[in-house]
T-cell receptor, first 113, second 114 residues
């Protein structure tokens, strides 16, 4: 069964820390992996999209890596700020079929001043 | 260019009532889909469409109907609402049905069934 797992479920850090969010998936045959941010009561904001042929993508203070062979992706957030507080979702587009995304349950991040 | 829009933002229904959640996109995307989000479970696919006139079931289709008469619109119908359908519903689109295209999500509809 194709599954996506995110660890930890929740994380609380002081402002300024560099942090890593983890995402693992059960099948290495993927098209891409997408990281989203979700603020409480809001929709999903796409942060980074990594295609299966890529190893990493960067946007500002965010860097996402992909290791298909081990079924892992990490989202690295540099110099965290209180405004980074949100839930971060990892979603995998597995190969085959249509554009179905399999989502992890998310990591709830709190960055305190 | 509004992207993906969803209406209403919030809705409260009584058990047994019916309603339609609306999703519209102005990006001429071929692929449209509906997800529901429940606490601690991530998002799960309800139904999807690969083009006008073509729809199929996702992981959790029971209790929901869809149709796609135009490229732009993909409504989700609840024929007889149940408390188990209390959730947040998201519409998502992608340019094409196959391959690994980025998906774009609407702002969501928060539904409560009492």
């Amino acid at each position: 069964k194709q599954e996506v797992t995110q660890i930890p479920a929740a994380l609380s850090v002081p402002e300024g820390e560099n942090l890593v969010l983890n995402c693992s998936f059960t099948d290495s045959a993927i098209y891409n992996l997408q990281w989203f941010r979700q603020d409480p009561g809001k929709g999903l904001t796409s942060l980074l999209l990594i295609q299966s042929s890529q190893r990493e993508q960067t946007s500002g203070r965010l860097n996402a890596s992909l290791d298909k062979s081990s079924g892992r992706s990490t989202l690295y957030i540099a110099a965290s700020q209180p405004g980074d507080s949100a839930t971060y979702l990892c979603a995998v587009r597995f190969s085959g079929g249509y554009n179905k995304l399999i989502f992890g349950a998310g990591t709830r991040l709190a960055v305190h001043p | 260019n509004a992207g993906v829009t969803q209406t209403p933002k919030f809705q409260v229904l009584k058990t047994g009532q019916s309603m339609t959640l609306q999703c519209a996109q102005d990006m001429n995307h071929e692929y449209m889909s509906w997800y529901r989000q429940d606490p601690g479970m991530g998002l799960r696919l309800i139904h999807y469409s690969v083009g006008a006139g073509i729809t199929d079931q996702g992981e959790v289709p029971n209790g929901y109907n869809v149709s796609r008469s135009t490229t732009e619109d993909f409504p989700l119908r609840l024929l007889s609402a149940a408390p188990s359908q209390t959730s947040v519903y998201f519409c998502a689109t992608a340019p094409f049905s196959g391959g690994g295209y980025e998906q774009y999500f609407g702002p969501g509809t928060r539904l409560t069934v009492t």
